[in-house]
Nanobody
Framework: QVQLVESGGGLVQPGGSLRLFCAASGTITDVWSMAWYRQAPGKQREFVAQMINGGGTNIADSLKGRFTISRDGTKKRVDLQMVGLKPEDTAVYYC?????????WGQGTQVIVSP
């Protein structure tokens, strides 16, 4: 059974940085997309960043220049580097893996940006 586990969230001051980690356990193959989403209180889940098979990346327009997505060579771990954090970045961050036949979500890691 595949599980995604996020970590690295926490409380950070505005302007600070955090690096989020997502690791997949179990046997997972044919991953074509590894992505991050976030959901702020009272809002819908929104796309943050994606890395597709082959290494191409997509970053939400509003986050370009501050957020970077990367993965390891096993394609079982994806990181999200966040710099210049703002209070509006406060949310639960979820990782998402897609294979040819399945889609997996983690349980989320909380990020709070506050003085």
């Amino acid at each position: 059974q595949v599980q995604l586990v996020e970590s690295g969230g926490g409380l950070v001051q505005p302007g600070g940085s955090l690096r989020l980690f997502c690791a997949a356990s179990g046997t997972i193959t044919d991953v074509w997309s590894m992505a991050w989403y976030r959901q702020a209180p009272g809002k819908q889940r929104e796309f943050v960043a994606q890395m597709i098979n082959g290494g191409g990346t997509n970053i939400a327009d509003s986050l370009k220049g501050r957020f970077t997505i990367s993965r390891d060579g096993t394609k079982k771990r994806v990181d999200l580097q966040m710099v210049g954090l703002k209070p509006e970045d406060t949310a639960v961050y979820y990782c998402n893996f897609q294979t040819r036949s399945n889609e997996y979500w983690g349980q989320g890691t909380q990020v709070i940006v506050s003085p």
